[in-house]
T-cell receptor
Framework: KAGVTQTPRYLIKTRGQQVTLSCSPI?????VSWYQQTPGQGLQFLFE???????NKGNFPGRFSGRQFSNSRSEMNVSTLELGDSALYLC????????????FGPGTRLTVT | GNSVTQMEGPVTLSEEAFLTINCTYT??????LFWYVQYPGEGLQLLLK?????DKGSNKGFEATYRKETTSFHLEKGSVQVSDSAVYFC????????????????FGQGTILTVHP
């Protein structure tokens, strides 16, 4: 069974631009969560989606948004990029809200210049 | 709020040495506890988990026991290998308010482990 896939793997953007990252969960998994990983702040929860609905949201500004499609694939968007948004963005999938096991993708490395 | 504290790294060991990485947590109620491992250039892999007090999670020679009385979940391995070199993260999750979601993981800061031949 294929794992969680994330595209693109690497991105370079300029301050002020926006970016969209994509995540395809493991087949049969219906929950998707997103995390930001930086050397300074570590791993921080962004949001979680299930059945196309956002169930939880972390403490990030409104420039960070996401959505989930009917096939469980998810996208996250960051608008008006700032230098501090440079990070590894990780997507994780699980069977559903009752499952405690999350499986992570390889991440998208975003660099903002 | 919930938080996880891991021992400061980096940890450097010789092959076949005993490994302990300390992890303590703060959470209300009964969280589930996890250890994840991250190899260079990769995402996180679930190493083991425990969902209630006194549970022992184990995988690939690694073990950790959920100790509610000391709010700890220390990772141990009896004999490490060079291939165990990675970053190890302790994490917890709780059910969301009014719901059934485990979707939010709270992570420790990570411990870098380097094993030399």
């Amino acid at each position: 069974k294929a794992g969680v896939t994330q595209t693109p793997r690497y991105l370079i953007k300029t301050r002020g631009q926006q970016v969209t990252l994509s995540c395809s969960p493991i087949s049969g998994h219906r929950s998707v969560s997103w995390y930001q990983q930086t050397p300074g702040q570590g791993l921080q929860f962004l949001f979680e989606y299930f059945s196309e609905t956002q169930r939880n949201k972390g403490n990030f500004p409104g420039r960070f948004s996401g959505r989930q499609f009917s096939n469980s694939r998810s996208e996250m968007n960051v608008s008006t990029l700032e230098l501090g948004d440079s990070a590894l963005y990780l997507c994780a999938s699980s069977l559903g809200p009752e499952s405690s096991e999350q499986y992570f993708g390889p991440g998208t490395r975003l660099t903002v210049t | 709020g919930n938080s996880v504290t891991q021992m400061e790294g980096p940890v450097t060991l010789s092959e076949e040495a005993f490994l302990t990485i300390n992890c303590t947590y703060t959470a209300t109620g009964y969280p589930s506890l996890f250890w994840y491992v991250q190899y260079p250039g990769e995402g996180l892999q679930l190493l083991l988990k425990a969902t209630k007090a006194d549970d022992k999670g184990s995988n690939k020679g690694f073990e950790a026991t959920y100790r509610k009385e000391t709010t700890s979940f220390h990772l141990e391995k009896g004999s490490v290998q060079v291939s165990d070199s990675a970053v190890y993260f302790c994490a917890l999750s709780r059910r969301g308010a009014g719901g059934t979601s485990y979707g939010k993981l709270t992570f420790g800061q990570g411990t870098i482990l380097t094993v030399h031949p």
